[in-house]
């Protein structure tokens, strides 16, 4: 049974007021821990013959909480979570609980499953790096461009109106490119893109330690390449107007800039763009092999193999983990790339 809106929309307040979850509207789970693309910016793939996956019973165990917290929406990531071989089960038991699914992928499967995404999934946002040659590059996959291309033609031609969305990150290897993405996501048919930078400092996407310098400055614009990339974001905010109006590109030009000064801020030339985030107090990451995590980026605070979710969320350590987090002092919040603000009144 679903909680109330009213009473969730309390519970909501509650939590961000007390550090107790008493509700939670968005989880991510990782159903599979291996991918399909082997991108530049990321260490997933590197742990690909280390496979863990979740199970049905790992989810139907899960759902006296979602029902519990009242959870609205769950988020598929990985690693590819279509690799797990009962993806769709998992759906289906979500599904039963009237709860939105959202796949986050990188689009070459989606062909292969396009039947049951239109039956199970509410939404798609696919990784999108440039056009048809630099995505293939950065991927390190041939062809993964024109996969995903006929995966969101294949769903249009059964649905037009399924919503297809991209995420792309902007980095030392694509912000030249920048026009030309958005160019890709209109060719793709997307309904909406936004933008972030590449986080090169955080232990996220597989990374047994944070990079070193040398890897870092892979993907990091050089302090030399930042007036180029500031003058190709004006670029992009000036010739594509038309689309922030009609909110195809997803950030306002304000939030877009925020790209352009997190890097700058990298080089100590500012600070570090302002966040407003609730992730921890609003959501929780639910990893392949268990762990229990506040957001993709923060410390693990237990595993669902060793205790009940509600367990690990309102141990006294993680909400006391909650009450004291400053996210303009904590270095991980500080230089986070993706941030989460959902207040209580807001639908998702």
């Excluded at 991918?35 to 990321?42: A, D, I, T």
């Excluded at 990091?220 to 992009?236: A, I, M, R």
């Amino acid at each position: 049974m679903q909680v109330p809106p009213l009473l969730h929309t309390f519970q909501r307040y509650r939590t961000l007021q007390t550090g107790k979850i008493t509700a939670l509207p968005i989880v991510i789970l990782m159903p599979h821990s291996a991918c399909n693309c082997k991108c530049v910016m990321c260490d997933i793939w590197k742990g690909n013959h280390n496979l863990k996956q979740l199970t049905e019973k790992d989810v139907e165990g899960l759902i006296d909480s979602l029902r519990r917290y009242g959870t609205q929406q769950v988020l598929m990531s990985g690693g590819e979570a279509l690799l797990n071989p009962n993806f769709f089960r998992l759906c289906a038991i979500l599904k039963k609980e009237n709860i939105r699914i959202t796949l986050l992928s990188t689009g070459l499967a989606i062909g292969r499953h396009v039947d049951n995404i239109l039956e199970y999934i509410s939404d798609i946002i696919v990784s999108l790096d440039g056009d048809e040659e630099l995505h293939d590059t950065i991927r390190n996959i041939p062809g993964a461009f024109r996969k995903m291309k006929q995966g969101i033609l294949q769903l249009h031609a059964r649905r037009p109106d399924f919503r297809v969305t991209a995420r792309t990150v902007i980095h030392r290897l694509n912000f030249r490119q920048w026009p030309a993405i958005i160019d890709a996501a209109e060719e793709l048919g997307l309904n909406q893109i936004s933008f972030l930078p590449a986080d090169v400092t955080s232990e996220a996407f597989n990374r047994t330690n944070p990079w070193d310098e040398p890897r870092q400055h892979e993907i990091l614009p050089s302090e030399d390449q930042l007036p180029e990339l500031l003058d190709v974001l004006e670029t992009v905010i000036k010739k594509y107007a038309p689309l922030f109006e009609n909110r195809f590109i997803a950030e306002p030009p304000a939030k877009l800039r925020r790209i352009g000064e997190y890097y700058t801020a990298s080089y100590g030339r500012n600070p570090f763009p302002y966040k407003r985030c609730n992730a921890p107090w609003v959501s929780t990451v639910i990893e392949a092999d268990g762990t229990v995590r506040p957001c993709f980026f923060l410390p693990p605070m237990g595993n669902i193999h060793d205790q009940s979710l509600p367990g690990i969320l309102n141990s006294p350590e993680a909400i006391a983990f909650r009450r004291s987090l400053d996210m303009d002092t904590n270095d991980t919040c500080r230089k986070c790339v993706c941030y989460l603000n959902l207040p209580p009144r807001a639908r998702l």
